[in-house]
């Protein structure tokens, strides 16, 4: 094939809009992702063991027991508490005056 042809067949190319108006670049959406780490989690806590008690229950008893035991662990406590008394606020202090910074020179 000379370059003359080539020129001709990439003059044919489309640009801008390739397909038809009203018809979708992609009817079909984009493609579903597996379960978030989240879904899972939440399905797996639901299951019960032999006694009836589900894996949620046993984690938060376990959960329980390492904030209120001899030696407390400091995320346990934390998360407790960030559920049954809300997590704090943090205030951040701001200007609203559109002043410009002024830079230290030593």
């Known amino acids: 094939m ?3 042809d080539k020129q001709q067949n990439n003059s044919k190319k489309v640009v801008g809009k390739p397909f038809k108006k009203g018809q979708s670049g992609n009817p079909n959406g984009r493609p579903k ?3 978030a780490i989240a879904d899972i989690l939440n399905a797996k806590s639901k299951e019960a063991d032999e006694s009836g008690e589900t894996m949620k229950e046993k984690m938060l008893r376990k ?3 390492l904030a209120t035991g ?3 662990e400091r995320w346990a406590v934390e998360f407790i508490a960030d559920r049954t008394e809300g997590k704090a606020l ?3 202090d701001q200007t609203t005056r559109l002043e410009p910074f002024k830079l ?3």
């Open 2 to 4: 000379s370059s003359a």
């Open 33 to 35: 992702k597996g379960l």
């Open 63 to 65: 959960v329980y027991a």
């Open 70 to 72: 001899p030696r407390p």
């Open 90 to 92: 943090e205030r951040i």
């Open 104 to 106: 230290i020179e030593r």
